[in-house]
């Protein structure tokens, strides 16, 4: 151990967006249940690369002791983060929390006209949701089974509109009851 400078992630302030960890050369950065965690110090160079991406001002350096940073651990992290694992250890980009269109308005997707995109708010997949993202707040929050938007051919026009969406599905996720019960109290 040594005294060095670490990343420290505020939770209460994280919203999951996950620019924190697209802007981590490292790996040393994940979204864990809609937060983003340190999963090793041993990753972290301490640079803070991420400090300015977090809109949250949820990113700090604090100096304290913490493991020495493993140049070669942290390459042999990388190599394995890239391998495809069924969604295990793999970062989307796609993963920022955004609003994608006010409640009641349609997205404009270039589909025809008499058929609309009820879709209000990204992302969806339960493990990577943050149960603090705007668009829960007060919202008829809508569980679903990831087959069936793709199953149900009037799932928008029928379910999804005025709903917010949260897709889970046991074969992908492994978020479990936690984020469910932290969406319950909006």
């Not at 919203?15 to 864990?32: D, P, R």
């Not at 919202?139 to 069936?148: E, F, G, I, M, R």
Request: net charge negative; hydrophobic share 40%; aromatic share 6%.
């Amino acid at each position: 151990m040594a005294l060095r400078n670490i990343v420290k992630i505020d939770e209460e302030k994280c919203n999951g967006c996950g620019l924190c960890v697209t802007a981590c050369a490292e790996g040393a950065i994940k979204i864990i249940n809609g937060k983003a965690k340190l999963v090793s110090e041993t990753y972290c160079d301490g640079l803070g690369a991420c400090l300015g991406h977090c809109p949250e001002d949820a990113i700090t350096i604090e100096q304290r002791e913490a493991s020495e940073f493993d140049e070669e651990a942290t390459k042999q992290h990388l190599v394995e983060e890239k391998k495809p694992s069924g969604g295990v250890g793999f970062v989307c980009p796609g993963m920022m929390a955004q609003e994608l269109k006010e409640k009641g308005q349609s997205a404009e997707t270039g589909i025809p006209a008499d058929i609309h995109s009820e879709l209000s708010h990204w992302p969806v997949q339960l493990k990577l949701v943050s149960p603090h993202a705007p668009y829960f707040a007060n919202a008829d929050l809508l569980l679903v089974a990831d087959c069936v938007p793709f199953a149900m051919g009037d799932f928008h026009s029928r379910l999804l509109k005025d709903h917010s969406i949260v897709v889970g599905c046991p074969k992908l996720d492994d978020a479990g009851f936690f984020t469910l019960r932290s969406l319950r109290r909006y």
